[in-house]
């Protein structure tokens, strides 16, 4: 009976395949909008479709789409990435529910995105900081780092450093100059951002500033200066390509990123990328630990975060990263990690934004003459000021333009953050595990909160800070969860900033009113070509 039965069944299946499949097809769709018509919040977003939810209404260009999403449904709305929810807010006190809270027992927003099988993939879920959803790891390792890129000692050198390499790479301008070619600002500003985060974070040295003028210059006069690293230049790249698939594996369903053309051909591409990143970095930590081992105790070590870290807890230990109960010194799977975040972190942001910040300054005369007026009632100079992480604080008018920079267009538009128990917004219950993306542009950009948003006015950023509405502008986040790097990187931007206006005069040709970006987890700037010319006394 029962092979009888069975035999009647495959039949079945043979003869009525397309019937059987397209009855699965339909009664998964009825289910869908069955559950999705009787959920319990009904947030207003843009209507999903199975499988793939609002992928097809959102595209390649996530920040358009949340503009669109934000103009057509407001400041509280959801959409859909296969069958999950996310949740988008743009309303100060939404947003206070996320980021206020200052600690870890008073926040119930502590992770940072939803528990999503691509970020493990890509070794992020228990790991480094911004994504990892283990908190005794990621405490640990904020432990480790912040102190470490935070510290006057650590930002004097990084304004030495710094102004080294503009240095070097401003004499390449001038060549440039004098034949009457533009600067391609994005371009510069990611290879002096190479030459700064690698020195920093491991101690090698790059020329990326010195090969991009080569590769720009044909066969005119070349730049002699080579790096110390044979891989330096493959690794910025690749950690551009491990930025840029964080929101892929974040956002697309494992069954599309494995299954569909292309799209599977992309996601072996960024899995491979992340095999050789970690490989690398493995690499330089076992060879810069070696070269400790073999450094006598009474040498000094050259400073780098790299070097702080493997010596954290060993006999070399300058006492210079306070790591609570830890007792041991670290593994180097727990360095990397750790060189890898102060790399995805360090390149993309602060190179990207100063590009935003130069478009704008270079089509506001009156705002670089202001820059300009400051340096020089703070030191008395433009012919190579001594810049002093000390003398920084003084220079309120160019922090405005940075601040101004980052709320006009900021480079990260929308953050997600996670919380571990149900939350409810205006008396709809989010469930816990949801992403909820706060979106920095949608409330920096409103005229309910900025007078005339849409103008670049760094003078907004010198009124009384007071009387501006919290929670409407968040450069770098805010609560247990801010940005590590947020001094580091404004020290970076201060000092390109003083030294451009100190050198240059710079002019766009460029008649859009917002600058042109390609989206890769970030926005990267794209043609942001400047006039250059020497400043004359």
Known sequence: MFAYTTSQLINLVKNDFFSIITLTIVIYVIHYYISYFNRTSKVPGPFPLPLIGNIHQIGADFPAATERFQKKYGDFYEFYMGNKRN????????????????????????????????????????????????????????????????????????????????????????????????????????????????????????SATAELFNSLHGNGKKSRMQGTWENGVKLIQAIHTYNESMIFMMLLPTFFRRNFPGIKALNKKFLDNKDWINNELEKIVAERRNEIKNTPLDQPLEPNILTLLLTTNTERDSGKIAVGKLDRSLTDEEISSIIREVFTGGLDTTANTLSFIGFYIAKHRDVYLKMREEILNVYGTL???????????????????????????????????????????????????????????????????????????????????????????????????????????????????????????????????????????????????????????
Do not use: H
Not at 142 to 159: Q, Y
Not at 161 to 187: A, H, P, R, T
Not at 499 to 515: A, G, H, M, R
């Open 87 to 206: 949740i988008v807010i743009s309303r100060p006190d939404l947003v206070e529910k996320v980021w206020g809270p200052l600690s870890l027992k008073n926040t119930k927003f502590i992770m940072r995105n939803a528990y999503s099988v691509g970020i493990d993939e890509l070794g992020l879920g228990t790991k480094g900081m911004v994504l990892n959803r283990n908190i005794e790891s990621w405490s640990l390792n904020r432990k480790l780092l912040v102190p470490s890129i935070s510290s006057p000692s650590f930002l004097r050198e990084s304004i030495k450093l710094s102004s080294k390499v503009i240095n070097e790479m401003f004499e390449y301008w001038k060549i440039m100059e004098k034949e009457g070619m533009q600067v391609e600002l994005s371009d510069w500003m990611d290879a002096l951002g190479a030459d700064n985060v690698v020195k920093t974070a491991t101690g090698k040295k790059m």
């Open 383 to 537: 012919d190579n000021p001594d810049l002093t992480f000390e003398s920084y604080e003084k220079l309120k008018y160019i922090e405005a333009v940075i601040y101004e920079g980052i709320r006009i267009f900021p480079t990260v538009q929308t953050i997600p953050r996670t919380a571990i128990e149900d939350v409810e917004f205006d008396g709809l219950t989010i469930k816990a595990d949801t992403t909820v993306y706060t979106d920095l542009k949608a409330l920096s950009n409103n005229p309910k909160y900025f007078k005339d948003s849409e103008n670049f006015n760094p003078d907004r950023f010198l009124v009384d800070k007071e009387s501006m509405v919290k929670y409407t502008y968040l450069p770098f986040g805010n609560g247990v969860r801010i940005c590590p790097g947020r001094a580091w990187a404004i020290v970076q931007m201060k000092t390109f900033l003083v030294k451009l206006v100190c050198t240059f005069d710079i002019e766009s040709t460029d008649k859009n009113s917002s600058p042109k970006y390609v989206y890769a987890t970030a926005k990267r700037p794209v043609d942001i070509k400047l006039y250059i010319k020497t400043r004359k006394n």
